[in-house]
């Protein structure tokens, strides 16, 4: 601490300008001499004000501490006041003075009455501390964060109110700041039912008597500005309800960064550091993102991708980690996107983060925010878009969380019918309240905005539409009409569409719903819910079925391989092969496949093949591409050393060449959304389950022909209808030997016939090899012989 000038209290004269204290009250008789300073010294505060203070019950603490003005003998002066429970001394420090404080409760209540002070003036206080293990005494100097004005405007208070601030993050929670001179950081978080709200932190001793916060009128919000704090500091929110007594030490629900679990503070990050270099990729989003743009997601989960062998054990890669090898191996693979399972923080490890406590928190186990940053960072340097999983619906009942978060009911029902999902365990967001519709948005337009995030898909959204997902009758609240659509969530979930699109229309929004609610990724202004895209559960579900069937018997199930095209043009479609599906005793991809080993690899080259030659945007799960025969286990790695294998490699050249031809190939992915784009060929042949179809760009001269053989049986000589007459090359043909095929094929290409065959003018003549998928275009020459 820097040298200062102690001034006694019973020194100055009237008009100096050093610090003056009020002199203690006298005392008379012989008993004086018994007294203590504690006793001699009157305090001008109530003393019950003090008690509640000592307490750590008292509501509006900057009544008491801090600065207030002060008339002495009708002369104006200033009271600071403190609460140090530590201290020996306390001494207010302007420049080079100091004054020393009366101690007025024995539990460390500090006070001093600067006389002759008409304004307002910054001050320090000097602290001094006993000695560690009787050593010398210890003084160190601090900002009094009572000193310090609001940070929080009326109009934020207003805005969240109404449930129309969508950028709380900017707000709420630790952040970093300067404010009235100083550096430190601002704390801020709604509790409308709180009785007092503490930040408590290692700077504290986590005592929640030490920094109580200021109730922002009945808004609920409670903020405090401590300075001298900084990056990486832990804290947590200490918060005393007004009822039955309830006391919780809550993370902060905004927070930006957490420790790792088991440990469950929150850690101050300053989110302004960091040098972003993706402009080109920002630059050209809108262009790269357009629904009629190639979309192929490799989705991840970032703890078991990949790991490292360390001394310690097998760790998971780090988000920086993460940049240099996934997203190399993915652009390498030739997808478009990488799209992440939940990585906002989460307690439990096995819930794979869809049950989220820290919506505004990349998890710590993988590094820290900007180490995130640096991840998306070099994604998009790739050229490859970064999609998170956000799961808005509901979250887990951990005791550090939004739980029961001012002892009620705050974030979500009450009533279990409405505020529980019994299948997961988790709480249900109360949607109809504007503070919480604010929180969630906020988080969304947080990931686009601080983040870069390219896309956000809302996970579970049947289970947010529906008032009786999952449950009995008796079970469920219907809703104001009688029935089973839960209006608020509805209204919610458009809204967040709007936003998200409103502050950032080069961003897509995907939704995974699994029933028919209608006009899912249809505007909100013609009544749909908003989404750009939505997740094709119905094909998926009827592809694996039949895929699962020995090719024998697929003829009797020749529907589940043509009924989407019935439905397919509604909705704005992803083909997804997900992790559900590699999960839950479901077996892994390959695994699913009937047949010996070759067959298994063909039917799942085939069924590769269809999906990228069916209308939507592709999505296939990590471990996918490489052929696991295991399902997915969230505790390990991938099993990468399968690539030592012939088929599984091939089928990873396989799955690349798919993306490859998708990317560059027009027709594939221009026109997914509408019947202008497909155009069946052929689906009547039931009994050699073989279809044929064409697929168009938006010029519809640009064409590609596929072709695709779901038995085990070559079809050669096998005649299709085409559209016009030339030479057909084949593109791409999964039957190759390349890719661990019979080997049959139609080599460069063929003419076509001037044979009508099935409503077409011309046909050609293929080789169409067994378990395959072909894919032929029509080149304006022919190659020559040569």
Same mark, same amino acid.
């Given at each position: 601490m ?6 006694p209290?019973?020194t100055g ?6 610090l ?12 004086a001499?018994e007294?203590?300073?504690?006793? *001699? ?8 004000a ?8 008292h509501?509006?603490? %900057?009544?008491?501490?801090g600065i207030?003005?002060h ?6 002066? !200033? ?15 302007r ?16 006070e001093a009455v600067?006389?002759? $002070? ?16 009787g050593?010398?005494q210890?003084?160190?100097?601090i ?5 310090? /004005?609001?940070?929080l405007?009326d ?10 601030? %969508? ?5 709420l ?5 300067e ?7 601002? %704390? ?7 009785e ?21 009128? +009945?808004?609920? *919000? ?9 990056? +990486?500091? *832990? ?20 927070? &930006?960064?957490?420790e790792?679990?088991?440990n ?10 960091y040098?972003?270099?993706?402009q ?6 809108k #262009?790269? #993102? ?32 993460l940049?240099?090898?996934?997203v ?6 030739g ?5 992440l ?7 439990f ?5 869809? #049950? ?14 900007d180490?995130?940053r640096?991840?998306?960072d070099?994604a998009?340097?790739a050229?490859l ?9 509901h979250?887990?009942?951990d ?11 705050l974030y979500?029902?009450?009533? /279990?019918?409405?505020?529980?999902h ?11 309240r ?10 969304a337009v947080f990931?686009?905005?601080?983040? &870069?995030?390219?896309?956000l898909?809302?996970d ?7 008032l ?15 029935g089973?659509?839960n209006?608020?969530a509805?209204a ?11 502050? !950032? ?14 006009q899912?990724?249809? /505007?909100? =202004?013609?009544? +749909? ?9 119905g ?23 043509t ?5 397919a043009?509604?909705?704005?479609f ?10 839950h005793?479901?077996?892994?991809m390959?695994?699913?496949?009937p047949?010996?080993?070759w067959q298994?690899f ?5 069924? !590769? ?7 939507g ?10 052929g ?6 969230h ?5 990468w ?10 089928? $990873? ?8 031809? =998708? ?7 221009e026109?997914?959304?509408s019947?202008?784009?497909f155009?069946?060929i052929d689906l ?6 073989v279809?044929s ?8 001269n640009d ?6 053989n ?6 050669e000589?096998?005649?299709?209808g ?5 030479? =057909?090359?084949?593109?791409l ?5 390349s ?16 044979t009508?065959?099935?409503?077409? $003018?011309?046909?050609?003549? *293929?080789?169409?090899?067994p378990?395959?998928?072909?894919f ?8 020559s012989?040569?």
């Open positions: 820097a040298a200062i000038k102690s001034i209290p019973e004269s009237a008009g100096s300008a050093e003056v204290a009020r002199p203690a009250i006298p005392a008379s008789g012989p008993a001499r007294r203590t300073a504690e006793d *001699l010294y009157s305090c001008t505060a109530d003393p019950g003090v008690a509640a203070i000592v307490g750590g019950y509501g509006t603490p %900057f009544d008491i501490l207030h003005k008339a002495v003998d009708g002369k104006p002066s !200033y009271i600071i006041r403190t609460f140090q429970p530590q201290a020996l001394t306390v001494s207010v420090v420049g080079d003075q100091a004054c020393p404080m009366h101690r007025v409760h024995r539990d460390g209540f500090f600067i006389q002759n $002070q008409t304004e307002f003036f910054p001050y320090r206080l000097a602290i001094t501390l006993p000695g560690l293990d050593g010398p210890q003084t160190y100097e900002e009094d964060p009572y000193r310090y /004005p609001p940070v405007t109009f934020d208070l207003h805005l969240l109110g109404e449930g129309t601030h %969508f950028r709380l993050y900017e707000k929670g630790a952040r970093v700041i404010h009235a001179g100083a550096k430190g950081v601002s %704390f801020s978080v709604w509790a409308p039912n709180a007092r709200v503490s930040v408590v932190g290692d700077f504290n001793q986590w005592d929640g008597r030490r920094h109580p916060m200021r109730p922002r009128g +009945g808004s609920g *919000l409670w903020e405090i500005f401590i300075p001298g704090l900084q990056q +990486g500091d *832990l804290y947590k929110f200490e918060v005393k309800s007004r009822y039955l007594g309830y006391l919780a030490v809550k993370s902060d629900p905004y927070a &930006h960064l957490s790792m679990r088991p469950t503070s929150s850690v101050v990050w300053d989110l302004n550091r040098e972003w270099r993706d080109e990729w920002m630059a050209t989003r #262009q790269r #993102q357009g629904l009629n743009s190639p979309i192929a997601v490799y989705e991840v989960h970032p703890g078991s991708w990949k790991r490292k062998d360390d001394p310690i054990g097998m760790r998971w890669l780090s988000y920086r980690e940049a240099d090898e996934l190399a191996y993915v652009r390498e693979m997808y478009t996107h990488i799209e399972l939940p990585i906002t923080e989460h307690p490890d096995g819930s794979w983060g869809y #049950q989220s406590i820290g919506l505004f928190a990349p998890t710590s186990r993988f590094g820290s925010p180490d995130f640096y991840f998306v070099k998009h340097q050229g878009g970064v999609i998170l999983d956000w799961a808005g619906g979250f887990p009942k005791g550090h969380g939004l739980s029961f978060f001012d002892g009620t009911c979500e029902h009450e009533d /279990p019918r409405k505020g529980e019994q299948d997961w365990g988790t709480l249900i967001y109360n949607f109809g504007n503070e919480v519709r604010a929180f969630l948005l906020s988080s990931w686009l905005d601080k983040y &870069h995030i390219d896309g898909r809302v579970a959204v049947a289970s947010m539409l529906y009786d997902y999952s449950r009995q009758p008796g079970e469920w609240i219907p809703n104001e009409f009688g089973n659509e209006l608020e509805v919610f979930i458009k809204q967040f569409n709007e936003v998200v699109h409103l502050e !950032y229309p080069d961003v897509l929004t995907y939704a995974e719903e699994s029933t028919a609610w209608p899912v990724s249809r /505007p909100t =202004y013609l009544g +749909g819910l908003g989404f750009d895209l939505k997740w094709n559960m094909w998926m579900h009827d592809m694996l079925e039949y895929m699962s069937k020995d090719p024998i018997h697929r003829r009797y199930h020749h529907g589940n391989l009924f989407s095209l019935l439905y043009f509604t909705e704005n992803v083909l997804p092969f997900s992790h559900d599906e590699v999960a005793g479901k077996g892994a390959l695994s699913k496949m047949g010996d080993s298994k063909a039917n799942l080259r085939a069924l !590769y093949g269809y999906m990228y030659a069916h209308p945007k592709k999505l296939l799960f990590m471990g996918g591409e490489i696991q025969w295991s399902e997915w286990n505790d390990w790695q991938l099993d050393a399968l690539l030592e294998h012939d088929d599984h490699r091939k089928l $990873q050249a396989y799955v690349k060449a798919l993306n490859t031809l =998708y990317v560059e190939q027009p027709a594939l992915h026109v997914d959304f019947w202008e784009g155009q069946w009547h042949d039931v009994d050699n389950s279809v179809f064409v697929r168009r760009a938006k010029d519809p064409f590609v022909v596929t072709v695709a779901f038995t085990p049986v070559p079809r000589p096998y005649r299709v085409v559209p016009r007459a030339g030479f =057909y090359r084949e593109l043909n999964s039957g190759a030997a890719f661990g095929g019979a080997n049959l094929g139609n080599a460069a290409g063929l003419n076509s016939e001037p009508p065959w099935q409503g077409q $003018q011309h046909s050609v003549v *293929l080789s169409l090899p378990l395959a998928v072909v032929l275009k029509p080149d304006k020459e022919a190659p012989s040569a």
